[in-house]
């Protein structure tokens, strides 16, 4: 094979394709330039006058290299991998760098090996990070479990697809020298692991990033942004469907600086994926915002390509990976085709294998309107509550009086005060952690979901304990997904067959389906500002502040321990 590329590239044997008459975003160089670009076997002969069996004619487009997103979880796109790289190679992302930790805190390796097995041969390349948290914490009940031997095990059978660590969110496990924490950083020290410290800083966050995590995508101030960056952190800055933090940090990238950073989504919810797209999307706000558009294309590129160490990929010179997309215009990333090894991106080279799904492991005990009973100390007794925050996945933490009757505490639409339950799903232990959310709108009913992240066991928030349960048969008996219920009615639902995460549907199907799920919680009155699916995903994530619901309980994330449901005397001094 290497004989062949020397000779073609010398033009000794004919190249597969040229490109010729394009304006050249060259990463390398730092400049855009005029060029006819040569691929032979699948990747970049170089620029020069070659002959080819096909001449494609860019007429002064402009050429980058395909996009390569560094930090995302597929999971959250709510779609089959197979089906999230159709649109986003569409999009002109040619290779993604997951963390699977998701799907791995529902079925453990099991989880792995799918989404492996699943992307396997797809003309968009789909790496992974070994979860690093599964469980994400000992403050949850999660399916799956990775210890490090496991995560030595995986890292030797797939070594070209495992890339380093996943993301360390125990951060108290790292700074308190947790032997489980270490033997995990200690298998890739050296290598790639990601880090996940938001809000870290000072000695604590000297010491995190000695233990080997070498990014942060968590920032989202520019100050935060900074100090990671000039301890020696690669920064990925996130502009993802629920967490937008690019205007924030953008001012903070430079001339000297802006090789340490990429661009990344974390997550891609379905409705943004199919109407604005992946890091084309990003790109194009960063480039709105006034960032160079050659170091735009570099941040979702070749920086990204060299943090993870990919060789040969990210960028267009001789024996990089032919990924490439040609532009109609620069600034406004309008996407007139996506080649990928060589190749025009085509629907049916994205085919998803149907006897790979690996089943939902969905384990839920029996379950009445009593499971959602929450007994309460007295009339006019102080509860802690999750506070939703539009646009963020941070919460809030409010004292509120829930309703009263018969020694039993209410939901009351009066105050945006909805009852908010985590039932576990996985190992059949019965668990439910029942407490308050305020700021969702509901005022009757009842939604659910078994996208909670990271254990993802089933979270509902309802107006009465009635509907609750009649929303918990209807997930039960579809194998998981989302549900609305209103009056023991089922509203609207969206099956999620796939580890109780994804769908096998395409894309329009899903969007549709969320489209009737939004409309059907906005007929219970939930906001219509907000995503309630979205933000009820969230709510059981013990590693984002301020206050989290498990299936074992109320979570102080600042103090990474649980608290009482009621406000006792000692906290009202």
Known sequence: MIENRIKAARGELEADLLVKNCRLVNVLSGRIHQADLAVYDGVFLGCGDYRAR????????????????????????????????????????????????????????????????????????????????????????????????????????????????GEMMNVPGVLSLDPGVLAKLNLFQGSVIDGHCPGLSGKDLNAYILAGPGSEHEAVSAAEAREKLEKGMHLMIREGSSARNLLDLLPLVNDLNSCNVSLVTDDRHPHDLLDKGHLDHTLRLALAAGLDPVRAVQMVSINTAR??????????????????????????????????????????????????????????????????????????????????????????????????????????????????????????????????????????????????????????????DADMAVATKAVKDMQGGFVVVDNAEILASLPLPIAGLMSPLGIEDVVRGLNDLNEAAASLGCRKDINPFMLLSFLALPVIPKLRLTDKGLVDVGRFAFVPLWIGPEDRT
């Not at 160490?309 to 109609?328: E, H, Q, S």
């Not at 089943?359 to 839920?364: A, F, I, K, Y």
């Open 307 to 464: 943090y993870f160490g990919l060789k040969g990929v990210g960028a267009v010179a001789p024996g990089y990976r032919a990924d490439f997309i040609l532009l109609n215009d620069l600034e406004t990333v309008n996407i007139e085709a996506v080649y990928l090894k060589g190749e025009k991106v085509r629907d049916q080279d994205f085919i998803a294998p149907g006897h790979l799904l690996p089943g939902t492991g969905l384990n839920l005990g029996r379950v009445s309107g009593q499971t959602f009973c929450i007994d309460s100390p007295g009339q006019g007794a102080g509860a802690r509550a999750l506070e939703v925050i539009p646009g963020q996945i941070l919460t809030g933490s409010r004292t509120v009086t829930p309703g009263y009757a018969s020694g039993l505490a209410l939901a009351d639409p009066e105050q945006d005060l909805a009852k908010l339950a985590v039932l576990e799903r996985h190992q059949g232990t019965g668990n439910a952690g029942l407490g308050f959310v305020v700021g969702l709108g509901l005022r009757t009913g009842a939604i659910a979901s078994t996208v909670a992240h990271d254990s993802h066991n089933l979270i509902l928030a309802g107006m009465n």
């Open 54 to 165: 096909e001449v494609l004619e860019a007429g002064n487009r402009y050429l980058c290299p395909g996009f390569i997103e560094g930090h995302i979880h597929l999971e959250s796109s709510l779609l089959s991998p197979v089906e999230f790289a159709r649109i986003a190679a569409r999009r002109g992302t040619a290779a993604v760098i997951c963390d699977p930790h998701e799907i791995c805190n529902c079925l453990g390796p099991k989880g792995l090996h799918y989404m492996l097995s699943a992307t396997e041969d797809l003309p968009l390349a789909v790496y992974c990070l070994l979860p690093s948290c599964v469980p994400a914490t000992p403050l949850e009940t999660a399916g799956g479990r990775l210890d490090a031997v496991d995560i030595e095990r995986l890292s030797r059978q797939y070594p070209k697809r495992i890339l380093g660590l």
